[in-house]
């Protein structure tokens, strides 16, 4: 979780500026053109104390833009320059993008048989190393460039072996950029690399050598280290965060099966751990579902087919949420893609045949979303020359892959199924109840349609709208109770600021099929004030607030209502926390004042050091809820963006959130308690 002013919110990214700004390759008639229709607008226009005579020739002179001003930025300068181009931004996502590119390297090693280990070590001063024990990058010269290839490797963007495919068959960074991207952004960088019997080494600083590259020593032994040391003044964060690379080392050592992974973190003592899974993706369904009720044993299978490796694992579990993971040569591709399509459309198919073989008394056919209530599944492809739509890499986009994931999907269901009758009649029971629960919750909607709810015809008597009609510019407060909805109601800016109160808690979704979930009234007042509908009908393009702030009391039970409602945005309208819509509200805790100096504080901590400052009887108040506090006080502490503190719902780990809310929500009480023993000495201001 982030947190976020509120009035930075809508601001654009920096890099995304700056690549707008790029003139790389506009022509001068672009440029000028841009320069004539890109005018401030009269608010910014600054006032002008006398008339000035202009010449209409002026704009278009020559020298005010020419040859001269077009900057070519040379060898990695560029990167330097745009970093957000190469590593998506220069936060703390973009800080430990660099580390995966490195390790993405040693992983194409091993996937062509030559790596079967990799170190990743933590150092204080956060600064990183990467060890692998591949063949070792090549020190020889280039004969183009007559000089040695790892320094080509390190100095020149798209430059690497990746293209040459009898070098790589496949691989998971595909332009060449990684290495000298990370030596770009490192304000040191080390390379050794032990091949041929010798030990090589040399040093780097923002992307050009301080050396040649010598032979420091022997060695019997074979591999690539990388140590570097991001630049200060390129990120805005310079600490590794060591949860955020486990989650993806674990990741890679899962899709890589065998492959052995050890991160360790001299930050802090005895903190390291080892990913080794001989059992692959197979092992990770088991790790996804580990606080679930497994219906049956986890289905495996690998094929290959025209050059494309297929590694599909599944399982299905008493619960009614999906979990889906797909990869492409170890990416993440969670928008899916056509590797995703193939193997819904297969498993559907075989599913609706198993069905009419098993005579079933009724006329139902399974649809995909039948199929993938308590699905959980991780479908990982090889492709020589994988087709991604955009830049991001999280789509897959060539057409042959679904025909090829769908016919070997196909023919390995109906034997394993045939083999397996048993589980095959446990998945279809599970289907046909889903099936039936969808017919429901089709007919619940539509009887709430019919109301007027849903469609936005008829908006909730209980929600004070805002005069502002454009969602851009709009946010909703969903708050705990009446008493502090009506302060709310009369705190808030009307002009862009919603008010939604709700009545107790809403039903617990982690445990309740849609169609239940459609008969409370406080889960209806919720969809229907948003816009967006929820299931097959959800449309984020209908929603009606750019913002939504859950708002609660800083108590148990405020505590208990904020992750019921966090996990119905997560379970049934995830694009909404996925794009970032979903805030958490964070009222005060204390309200201090001495004399006519009246402060808010958040924190115990925080409490103590305003107290010291103001000196002795200090008046301190406890909020134990958003009522007690009147609309003023609530505009002045939560509502006000000027002031507030919004906490943004972020998913950076969708395997670990989910993972969290079957924790906190499910039907398994032992790994609730667990985590509640595991994490009770870290609770603060408990009130029982």
Known sequence: MDENQPENLEEKPLQEEEQNESVDQATEKEIVNEQVTDEPTVEDQPAIEEPVSISVEDPLKPDNYGAAQIQVLEGLEAVRKRPGMYIGDTSVRGLHHLVYEIVDNSIDEALAGHCNQITVIIHNGDSVTVIDNGRGIPVAEHPQLKIPAVQVALTKLHAGGKFDKSTYKVSGGLHGVGLSVVNALSIELEVQVKREGKIHYQKYSKGKPLGELNVIGDTTERGTMIHFLPDPSIFSESVFHYDILAKRLRELAFLNKGIKIILLDEREEDKQDVFKYDGGIKEFIGYIDKNKNPLHEVIYFEKEKDDVCVEVSLRYNSGYQENVFSFVNNINTIEGGTHLSGFKTAITRVLNNHLKELKAKNDIKLTGEDIKEGLTAVISVKVMEPQFEGQTKTKLGNSEVFGIVSSIVNDALKIDFGEHPQIVRIIVDKCLDAARGREAARKAKELTRRKGALDGAGLPGKLADCS??????????????????????????????????????????????LHKIMENKEIIAMITALGTSVGDDFNIDKLRYNQVIIMTDADIDGSHIMTLLLTFFYRHMKPLVEQGHIYVAMPPLYRLQKGKKVAYVYSESEKNKISAELGENVGVQRYKGLGEMNPKQLWDTTMDPKVRVLKQINVEDAVAADLMFTVLMGDEVEPRRAFIEKHAKDVVNLDV
């Open 468 to 513: 502002n009609k454009d969602p851009a510019k709009c946010e909703i407060y969903i708050v705990e109770g009446d008493s502090a909805g009506g302060s709310a109601k009369q705190g808030r800016n009307r002009e862009f600021q919603a008010i939604l109160p709700l009545r107790g808690k809403i039903i617990n979704v982690e445990k309740a099929r």
